[in-house]
């Protein structure tokens, strides 16, 4: 089944303890972004990545770190987690940058920082 | 700059038609999309429409885009309980690296 797979679904971790959610797709797709929902603002992008090797970013880079050293992996990282990145991310892809009517997200995780 | 904006909430009875909608601001924008998110699930890719169309019909869902107003909507004929969901109007352009969200629309239906 194509999907896009992301672990954990819950988490719940404490102020400055690293750590790193993982997203995997299984359709070749190049095209990959992480965003953060908060309630009354949407989904914000965080990363993105339009191929191996090639991340940039998004809106609200700042207290995350992503990389793309295979097509199908585009983990998010979070060195120091802080309160104000609890949230609701997810991870999403697309067949190629431009084809954006193609993308599909992940179940969600969602992050807790106390 | 780019925004999406809609509503919060809407509540309509079972049965009756649902319309959710969304201004934009980008007029170049090319792909303009509904999204659905369902309760603990991830965004569900409804339809989209290209910028260069006024109407798309799906089975019970009918997308109207006014381009000259920068304004989208999403009617839902015969709302069933299973259309209860948060829904996002997103753009996006077609050199575009990501889709701008709307702060999503959350259905409720009454009995």
């Known amino acids: 089944e194509a999907q896009v797979t992301q672990n954990p679904r819950y988490l719940i971790t404490v102020t400055g303890k690293k750590l790193t959610v993982t997203c995997s797709q299984n359709?070749?797709?190049?095209?990959m972004s992480w965003y953060r929902q908060d309630p009354g603002l949407g989904l914000r992008q965080i990363y993105y990545?339009?191929?191996?090797?090639?991340?940039d970013k998004g809106d609200v880079p700042e207290g995350y770190k992503v990389s793309r050293k295979e097509k199908r992996n585009f983990p998010l990282i979070l060195e120091s987690p802080s309160p104000n990145q609890t949230s609701l991310y997810f991870c999403?892809?697309?067949?190629?940058?431009?084809?954006?009517?193609?993308?599909?997200f992940g179940s969600g995780t969602r992050l807790t920082v106390v | 700059g780019e925004d999406v904006e809609q509503s919060l909430f809407l509540s309509v009875r079972e049965g009756d038609s649902s319309v959710i909608n969304c201004t934009y601001t980008?007029?170049?924008?090319?792909?303009l999309y509904w999204y659905k998110q369902e309760p603990g699930a991830g965004l569900q890719l409804l339809t989209y429409?290209?910028?260069?169309?006024d109407m798309k019909q799906d089975q019970r869902l009918t997308v109207l885009l006014n381009k000259k107003d920068k304004h989208l909507s999403l009617r839902i004929a015969d709302t069933q309980t299973g259309d209860s969901a948060i829904y996002f109007c997103?753009?996006?352009?077609?050199?575009?690296?990501?889709?701008?969200f709307g702060s999503g629309t959350r259905l409720s239906i009454r009995p």
């Open positions: 999403a892809s697309s067949l190629r940058t431009g084809e954006l009517y193609g993308y599909t």
């Open positions: 359709m070749n797709h190049e095209y």
């Open positions: 990545s339009m191929n191996v090797e090639v991340t």
């Open positions: 980008d007029s170049s924008s090319t792909y």
């Open positions: 429409i290209f910028s260069n169309m």
């Open positions: 997103a753009e996006s352009k077609s050199s575009a690296s990501k889709i701008i």
